[in-house]
């Protein structure tokens, strides 16, 4: 990465919070402009790691760039204040100012670094506007739904012209209409902004739409920092596999580019060119891409036995048992339809898993 | 509250705020000039209140008087100092002097006290005299014995008279001030109680004084409001004039009647 | 359970208003003309609104810093700081008076000489804001506690310095709570006795309400006392309609 296109860089970055070590070495680098997405379960340290980009929480050891300037490095001892960062906070819950009115949220960034209030309000209502929320300026936050909130926290983090931005969960709050709605709002205003930008989340939907770059927080540990496709084509490889709800199943090398997985028989798929015949592999695939009643001739077909069956919002939600292997898959309500209605508990049926869908890594 | 009503109530409590503190400074008073400090007993507040002003008008001294119970008078006395003290009291007096906070050859009688049986006006026990206080039914109010002067006195006086085992179980308070002692019988909360002659004319229409005779009390001797330089006066001199006056003087001898004390013998009205 | 609880709270109230009125109907028209007569009513009055005044700035002004290190939890062994703050609250306050009167004229006597506190009305302060002040503590890093650090750290990543963030966030958050800080703390120290008695002494020209009642009470003058005592209620009354004021209206902005 040149130093020139630099957004945010984290090196070695330790911290401890009441004595346990949550991030343990963490590493990431985000070019100028892009959005990176930190992915990791509940407690994975996630906001821990924004509280330490942001300032706010000191790290142990290591080393935080934003736009190429030092704001923290443990052997120099370098620790900006936060507002000397330049790293604009957009907490889970939004943190907008409940004393002060729409307008006065999105100008606050201004009055606070010197600007005159008159002039503040008037660059506010310009940003409002950007943001379509200007119809709000004289609401309380309280008043708000949880989209317009979002919308007013974005507004004032943009109006601080901050050289990274720093958003924590921003969809979980919101109902998921919402957020269908908010998600490629938030991706354009991050594209027309130019802006770097850290999103810590659970949701991979968030990733996939928003990130640039994908990380995966584990352990305290980071790893990843490929784009979302790579990351869905071979979570195995970035140990996204189990947060991701991937299916996982051990299995056999047979010959290179087929293996064998106990109750689904030969199976065929891109394999480590490393491994040996024989040896011990992992298999990995989304439940989604399991493909019910397949055309004859489709590779990778195998025989399960239908065990439960529940409709959901957007069709079925089907379990199969294969041999010891238990898969979950849902189908579309119309693509069954078609097949002449969703299968019956008990029954047998064919499925197939398309090659491309499987990621396959040394046990 | 928004932010400006908030800042506006700010506003006005620092205005406040500053204009007290200037009244407290000012008050305060940085030239007081000669200060004689003062402990007097509080049930005698209001005589004393006089006398200092009198003293203070005879001699131009400043009298800072700070009033309070025998005990707690003697508490600050010793933490605090000062140069006079005047309890409730002899035993209080004779504490200080035992602590060697007081010159015991400055002590003197200040106003006297005669023990009477202070009753409700009406007096609806028809009490007459001290075996009165043992007949049974009638509600009895002493000072507390161990703590207070008065209580003291009325145990002795009891005791003497063998009294004191008949009348204990009559009695249903033992007060823990003369003052809290008195508003008892003004409240009828109390039948009878052994109180000093003066505190019937703090409530002259709701108490009525049952004189005790003289013989019975004539061994213990009437108390006495006690009065002595104390042993760290900065200002000794000033402060045995203080006593002198209080004791001695025609017009704090006229102050002391007229609030019905009784004065030392010798110095007739 | 309702309908008993009502009861309850109805005869509550019913007791403390046939205690005011017994407090009035005892003090009469000669207990009012007594206590004015001896010049403590209205000095009384003023005195105690005066110093009450005082302290209760004195002590919201000390407790913002304090209660705001405390909810932030930016004291080392901050547990074991607050309950040694909040000691003297469970002290009586003639004792919290005692250990003034010892500290002003032992080891800290150089302190009396510049304030001059021991026997003026200055002490009165003193030993108000010693009551009061881990009251107002409490108090205000309760204020405190309700405003969440979360928006001091945005305030802070928009380049708001600590003292803007603090002047702009949690002061104004925390308004209304000081407010109510600051009236309890003018209401206890209206109701101080114990420790200004000692403090201050028990004299005409440190005789707040309750000392110019006690200097009246224990002279037998409890007509004049029953007065002065009607007085003070009157004022805590109008203390605590404010308080009372204060919550009601924060009910109504709070979701």
Known sequence: MKPAARGLRVEKLHVERGGRAVLQGAQLGLPRGAVGVVLGPNGAGK???????????????????????????????????????????????????????????????????????????????????????????????????????QRVALARALAAQPRLLLLDEPFTALDAPTREKLRPLLRRVLREADITALLVTHSFSDAWILGDLVYILEEGRLRGGVAPEELARHPLRYGAA???????????LASPNRVKVPGLGLLRAETPHSAEPGSRLLVAFRGDDIVLNPPPGTPNTFTATVLDVTATRYGYRIVLAAGDAVLTTEAPRGHLLAQGGPPRKGEKVRASIPPEAIDTAPA | ???????????????AAALAVAALAHHGGSDRGLVLRVYLCSAARKP???????????????????????????????LVGGDVYAPASPYYMELAVQEGLVDPGTVAKAAL????????????????????????????????????????????????????????????????????????????????????????????????????PEELWRGLGPSYIPIGVASGSSHPDLARRFVEFATRSPEALQVWRRYHYHVPAGDGP | MARPAAV????????VAALLAALAAWAGSSGFAAAAGSGLLAYSMALSVATATVSATLAIVAAVPVGYALSRRMVPASSLVEALLLTPFAMPPVAMGVALLVLLVGPAS?????????????????????????????????????????????????????????????????????????????????????????????????????????????????????????????????????????????GETTP
Request: glycine content about 8%.
């Open chain 3, 110 to 250: 150089w302190l009396n000489r510049v304030l001059d506190l021991v026997f003026t009305p200055r002490g009165l302060v003193a030993a108000q804001l010693a009551v009061t002040f881990p009251m107002a503590i409490r108090v205000v890093r309760g204020a405190f506690d309700a405003v969440p650090p979360k928006l001091e750290a945005v305030a802070r990543s928009l380049g708001c310095s600590w003292w803007c963030s603090f002047t702009r966030v949690a002061l104004p958050l925390a308004a209304r709570g000081l407010s109510a800080a600051w009236l309890l703390s003018f209401l206890r120290s209206l109701g101080e006795f114990g420790a200004s008695a000692v403090l201050a002494g028990v004299k005409r020209d440190t005789a707040t309400l309750p000392i110019a009642i006690y200097l009246e009470l224990s002279g037998g003058e409890s007509h004049a006392a029953a007065a002065l005592a009607t007085l003070s209620a009157l004022v805590a009354a109008v203390g605590a309609a404010g308080l009372l004021m204060l919550e009601k209206r924060s």
């Open chain 1, 242 to 252: 189990r947060l991701l709800g991937y299916h996982i199943l051990e299995a056999r």
């Open chain 2, 1 to 15: 509250m928004d932010g400006k009503t908030a800042l506006v109530a700010l506003g006005v409590v620092a205005a």
């Open chain 1, 47 to 149: 906001t821990t790691l924004l509280e330490a980009v942001l300032g706010i929480v000191r790290p142990s050891s290591g080393r935080i760039e934003i736009a190429g300037d030092v704001v923290y490095d443990s052997s120099s001892g370098v620790n900006l204040a936060p507002e000397r960062r330049g790293a604009a906070y957009v907490p889970q819950d939004y943190g907008l100012f409940p004393h002060l009115t729409v307008l006065e949220n999105i100008a606050f960034p201004l009055i606070a670094q010197g600007v005159p209030r008159r002039e503040a309000l008037q660059e506010a209502r310009r940003v409002a506007e950007a943001l379509g929320v200007d119809h709000l300026a004289s609401a309380r936050p309280t008043a708000l739904s949880g989209g317009q909130k």
């Open chain 2, 48 to 78: 004393w209140e006089e006398i200092v002003k009198l003293f203070e008008e005879e001699t131009g001294v400043h009298v800072e008087a700070i009033y309070g119970s025998s005990g707690y008078l003697l508490a600050q006395l010793r």
């Open chain 3, 8 to 15: 309850a709270a109805m005869l509550a109230a019913a007791a």
């Open chain 2, 113 to 212: 006290l005669y023990p009477v049986i202070l009753v409700p006006r009406g007096n609806p026990a028809g009490v007459s005299g001290l075996e009165d206080l043992a007949r049974p039914g009638v509600r009895v109010g002493i000072g507390e014995p161990d703590r207070v002067a008065v209580g003291r006195y009325a145990r002795l006086l009891l005791e003497e008279t063998g009294l004191w085992e008949k009348v204990r179980p009559n009695i249903v308070v033992y007060a823990k001030t003369v003052a809290e002692l008195t508003n008892y019988v003004a409240m009828g909360a109390v039948d009878a109680a052994i109180t000093w002659d003066v505190n019937h004319w703090w409530y002259p229409n709701r108490t009525e004084a049952i004189p005790i």
